[in-house]
């Protein structure tokens, strides 16, 4: 599995989100140069993310399929476990 390197590390609506960037797979630097290519969903992309609670435990995570948009996945997340708990 790639390397994590921690991009930043913020609180959204009570929970918190740690950003990464990591090496992406083959599969993902081939999607990017080829837009003919459909991805599968399991392929190790460029960004990942992790959602805290309070306590700092990681209650969940993606690595995959994810560019430069892995903190607005995670808010998303977020914003639908705050939809779910409603």
Not at 35 to 60: F, H
Request: with cysteine.
């Amino acid at each position: 599995m790639s390397k994590l390197t921690l991009l930043k590390e913020y609180k959204y609506k009570g929970y918190y989100i740690r950003e990464y960037e990591q090496n992406p797979g083959d599969d993902w630097k081939y999607y990017c140069k080829h837009n003919d290519y459909e991805l599968e969903g399991d392929e190790l992309g460029e960004g990942a993310y992790e959602i805290l609670n309070t306590s700092k435990e990681v209650i969940d995570s993606d690595r995959y399929c994810m560019g430069d948009s892995a903190c607005e996945n995670a808010e998303r997340e977020i914003d639908f476990f705050i939809k779910e708990e409603a």
